[in-house]
């Protein structure tokens, strides 16, 4: 190509990757490029400007709908972009492990975080950079942040369980390390301003955990379980059927994040419809700024929307006199 362009290779390499040569010599070469049908090779162009065209997502739990929900949104959209993605499950090792086994691979990397310390995210942002953080809000990192806005979705969660009457809730919390559960877990007590009383229960990881939480929550008066998460909340169903308690006859229920098996739940299950796709998508977007040399940090928020359901209903004349605050 450079003999039937009569220019050098060096000349033809500048010109196939857009850089600025003398525009006779640009011509020539584009001409003989359009008579061969050249197309030029983007693995190796790719590999000659040190890029993999890959990007790394890592997140806690493979097994959960909610975290595959959000890599079907990055991936649609990276993909669009000529990008692949590349997976690691941070909860069969060590998490810092495998983020930077993904980076290493990868032109950068979206980090679902929840349980991650500012510390650690301190540490590792100064070390895999470009990063992008999904599912936490920690301030005082210099990275670009983005979660679902849980607390503002609870309050609304809540007050509907206080409209129908409720005044006993419990909250099956999760993790304590994760900020959607601090967000959620903060709303549920705000509630008691309003006059509510709230019993806070953690529920553990396994369904005889779930069930000694619901135990208590019962044991509590409460009238309304409300759960850390739609698996949690399945797991209470299962859990107060066992028990010969009807929902919502005798107790309400209430999960979040609205996975797809929600509705499918005997009673369907009321929950917060949280957006896994529009997250993938929006961190997708945030990382292709970052790739592109804008700067982009501080945190973002998207709006999730409450789904009523049949696991939630007022409460019986017996346990509302039961739940009248003394």
Known sequence: MATAAGVSPATVSRVLAGKTV??????????????MGYQPNASAQDLAQGRTR???VSVPDLDNPYFTSILKGIGREAQAAGYQLLVGDS?????????????????GIILCAPYSSPDVLMQVVAQLSPVVIVNRCAPSVPAPQLAVDSHSATLELTGHLMRLGHRRLAYLAGPESSWSNQERRRA?????????????????TTAEEVGQAVDQALAAGATALIAFNDLVAFT??????ERGVRVPDDVSVTGFDDIPYARLAAPPLTSVYSPQGALGAQAWKILQALLAGERTEG????????RIRDSVAPP?????DQATPR
């Open 22 to 35: 003398r525009p006779e010599s640009a011509a020539r070469v584009r001409a003989v490029v359009e008579e």
């Open 54 to 56: 890959t990007i790394g």
């Open 91 to 107: 909860g069969i090792s060590s998490e810092r492990e495998v983020w930077r086994a993904v980076r290493q691979r990868c032109d």
């Open 188 to 204: 549920v007590e705000s509630t008691r301003h309003f006059g509510a009383e709230v019993t806070v229960v953690p529920v553990g």
């Open 236 to 241: 209470a169903l299962s859990q107060l059927r």
């Open 299 to 306: 945190f973002q928020t998207i709006s999730a929307e409450v």
């Open 316 to 320: 019986q004349p017996r346990q509302r």
